[in-house]
């Protein structure tokens, strides 16, 4: 899925820099007439400085400003997601935490034969929980999280994606240990060569797989997470460097009625009756998570319309004036939101986990 957070600032304008590759910050950012662009580029270089008040050699040939970007949009301090937030993919987890997790506490253990691979692909319809994931693996692990949608890659920093890449790679290596998600990563490593493939997509390309190479063999803490709507577009080069593939599955009924109560429980008044949970589960074969929040968020809707519809002002609205949440808020909600994935994509998933997915 997208349009969660990723990169949704406005395009940063370059900054003036007085060119010069020197470690220190000041020849490097500009010393007179300080606006607030540089300052705020500043404070972030700095904060990326060793002790020695030097910026790490891999960050000195940079611009600041794709630095900057990096450390603001991409980087987030506080990735929230924990395990016990993600229903169902007990496989998954557990494949994880013996992966990825334990390797990023216990470098130590997890060296020689038991040295983990630096790629995991996640792969299965939008809105399962891949980034949620993803997140949780950052959380658990104590590691920098680094989200990226890998379509913003070509579809917004035309031209400098080379350069944001090795920004990105440059500034998790400083943040380690770090996981890197990246997002529809087919559109990056995808194998179908169209036509015009333009030259600058096929150099973003080359230069992601070689970032990737780079922490590939050496000791760095650096773990990439790809995700993919469209796993059959990826290469086999792709497929190479992403070492461990799991399939994240449509939620079960069990976790399709642990979605609905948790989010529910949150804000408070429902009246569901556990056959009413089983009748809603019934009714909702082959939703996503993300459809099921959906589906959730429109039955919550159920109570407030009708409190509406019998004249109360929105304004004065009361909690007291709205109903508990009820089955039939949810049989409502079911007409508006329908499943975003088709059958037809299930299989296609299938095939592939079959072909080329992990299974432990
Ligand atoms: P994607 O697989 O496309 O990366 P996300 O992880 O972004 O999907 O999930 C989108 C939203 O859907 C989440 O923020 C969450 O509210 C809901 N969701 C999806 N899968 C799950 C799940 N397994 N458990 C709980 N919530 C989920």
């Known amino acids: 899925g997208f ?3 990723g990169i949704r600032g406005n395009f940063v304008p370059p900054i003036k820099s007085n060119g010069g590759n ?25 904060l990326l400085c060793g002790p020695d008040g030097e910026l790490p050699e891999k960050l000195r040939n940079l611009e600041p ?7 603001n949009e991409i980087m987030d301090k506080d990735p929230n997601v924990r395990w016990e937030d993600i229903a ?3 496989h998954a987890k557990k494949c994880v935490t013996e992966m990825v997790i334990w390797p990023l506490l216990r470098p130590d253990i997890f060296k020689g034969c038991r040295s983990p691979g630096k790629g995991l692909l996640l792969f299965g319809p939008p809105g399962t929980g891949k980034t949620m994931i993803g997140k949780a693996i950052a959380g658990e692990a104590k590691a920098t999280f680094f989200y990226i949608s890998a379509s913003s890659l070509t579809s917004k920093w035309i031209g400098e994606g080379e350069k944001l890449v090795r920004a990105l790679f440059g500034v998790a290596s400083c943040r380690q240990p770090a996981v890197i998600f990246v997002d529809e990563i087919d559109s990056l490593l995808s194998q179908r060569k169209s036509e015009g493939e333009h030259e600058s997509s096929r150099r973003l390309k080359t230069q992601f797989l070689i970032e990737m190479e780079g922490f590939d063999s050496g000791s760095e803490q650096i773990l990439l997470i790809g995700a993919t709507n469209r796993p059959q577009e990826l290469d086999e080069a792709a497929r190479r460097r992403l070492t461990k593939r799991l399939y994240i599955p449509l939620p079960s009924s069990e976790a399709r009625a642990w979605i609905i109560q948790n989010l529910l429980k949150k804000d408070g008044l429902f009246k569901l009756e556990k056959e009413d949970i089983d009748t809603i589960c019934k009714l909702t074969e082959g939703y996503s998570g993300s459809d099921m929040k959906n589906l959730v968020k429109d039955a919550s809707m159920g109570p407030l319309r009708e409190a509406l519809k019998q004249g109360i002002e929105i304004t004065k609205l009361k909690k007291e004036d709205m109903r508990p949440v009820t089955l039939k808020d949810f049989e409502q909600a079911l007409q508006e939101v329908r499943p975003s994935v088709s059958l037809n994509e299930l299989g296609t998933y299938e095939k592939w986990n079959n072909q080329f997915g992990s299974l432990s």
């Open 3 to 5: 349009s969660r957070r």
């Open 22 to 46: 020197s470690g220190n910050l000041t020849s490097r950012i500009g010393g007179k007439g300080d606006d607030t662009a540089d300052d705020s580029t500043k404070r972030c270089l700095e």
């Open 65 to 71: 400003r794709l630095i900057e970007h990096v450390s």
């Open 88 to 90: 169902g993919l007990d």
